[in-house]
C-alpha cells in the first residue's frame, strides 16, 4: 500500500507533545533534547509546494502546528469565549460540513490544550469524536478506550504523543482504504480559517505584533492548500465554492503592495491597516463555516 503523506485534521494532536513541552520551555527559559526545541526554534517547512512537487506528498502542517505558532512565535494569550460555541455536532447532514467543522473543533480544541484548559479542551474532544463517527472512523475512538486515555494524559506529553500516533495509523489507514483523502483538505480549510480566526481576534484586543507575520505564514500554506482543494474538487459538490472563499482571501493579501514588492531580503511586513482587511475577510468566511 502506498504511504500517504497527507495529514488529517484529527493528527493535529500528533504534535501535542511538541506543542506542549515547547510553551513550557518558552516559559521556563530551558530547553530539552528531546525534540521540543526543532519545533520551538525552527519554523515549519511545509507551507509552498515547490515546483514539480506532487501533491499527493505535500503535507499539510497540523492545526496543532498552527496554534503553537501564535502560541510559540506571537505570544497570543487564551481568551475565553474565543473558540467556535460547542455545537451538536449531530446538525450537520453533509460530509462536507462535518469535516469543516471537524477542522474548526480540532484548532480549537488544540489552542484550549496548549493553554492549558483541559476541561474546554474536553469539550471540543466529545464533538471531535462524534464529527469523526458521522464521517465513518469513530470506532477508532472507541478502541482500546481512546477517549478515556487521552483524558487521563492531558498532561503528560509522551503518553498523548503516543496516543496520537495510535490514533493517526487508524485514520489513516480508514482514509487510505474509503478513498476520502479529500476530506483532509476540506477540514484543514477549516482549521485554517479558525486559527487565523483566532489570532485576529486577540490582536484586534491586544495589538499583539506577532498577528502580520503569522499571516504572512499561513498565506503560504494556503497557497499549497488551494491546490489541493483543485486536485480534489470532483470529490464534493461544495469544493469548488471553499475554493472560490480562499481565493478571494488569497488574492485580497497578494494585492497589498508590501506582498507585491517581497523579497528574498525584505520579508512581509503587513501594515495595521492591511491587517485589519485580512482580518474582517477571514471572519466572515468563518461565520459562513460555523453557520452551515
Do not use: W
Amino acid at each position: 500500500m502506498k504511504v500517504k503523506k497527507i495529514t488529517f485534521p484529527i493528527c493535529l494532536l500528533a504534535l501535542v507533545s511538541l506543542a506542549f513541552f515547547s510553551c513550557q520551555n518558552n516559559q521556563s527559559g530551558t530547553s530539552g533534547n528531546n525534540g521540543a526545541d526543532t519545533l520551538t526554534k525552527t519554523p515549519p517547512q511545509t507551507g509552498k509546494i515547490k515546483q514539480g512537487q506532487d501533491t499527493d506528498s505535500y503535507v499539510l502542517p497540523s492545526p496543532l502546528q498552527l496554534a503553537s505558532i501564535m502560541v510559540r512565535s506571537s505570544g497570543f494569550k487564551y481568551m475565553p469565549d474565543i473558540c467556535s460555541p460547542v455545537k451538536n455536532a449531530a446538525q450537520f447532514n453533509s460530509h462536507y460540513q462535518m469535516a469543516v467543522n471537524l477542522g474548526i473543533y480540532s484548532t480549537d480544541l488544540s489552542y484550549c490544550l496548549i493553554n492549558k484548559k483541559n476541561d474546554d479542551a474536553t469539550k471540543y474532544l466529545n464533538e471531535v469524536k462524534i464529527l469523526a463517527d458521522q464521517l465513518g472512523f469513530g470506532g477508532i475512538f472507541k478502541s482500546n478506550s481512546f477517549v478515556q486515555r487521552f483524558q487521563n494524559n492531558m498532561n503528560v506529553p509522551d503518553s498523548l504523543a503516543s496516543l496520537i500516533g495510535e490514533l493517526q495509523m487508524g485514520i489513516d489507514t480508514y482514509l487510505e482504504e474509503n478513498n476520502q483523502k479529500y476530506i483532509n483538505s476540506i477540514a484543514y480549510s477549516g482549521a485554517l480559517i479558525e486559527s487565523l480566526y483566532i489570532a485576529g481576534t486577540v490582536y484586534e484586543k491586544e495589538k499583539n505584533q506577532g498577528e502580520g507575520p503569522f499571516i504572512t505564514e499561513q498565506m503560504d500554506v494556503t497557497e499549497g492548500l488551494i491546490r489541493l482543494l483543485t486536485k480534489n474538487q470532483s470529490f464534493d459538490n461544495n469544493i469548488p465554492t471553499l475554493l472560490s472563499q480562499l481565493r478571494e482571501i488569497s488574492t485580497l493579501y497578494n494585492s497589498f503592495d508590501e506582498v507585491k514588492n517581497k523579497s528574498a531580503d525584505k520579508p512581509v511586513v503587513l501594515t495595521p491597516d492591511h491587517i485589519s482587511q485580512m482580518n474582517k475577510a477571514i471572519k466572515d468566511l468563518r461565520e459562513k463555516f460555523i453557520a452551515s
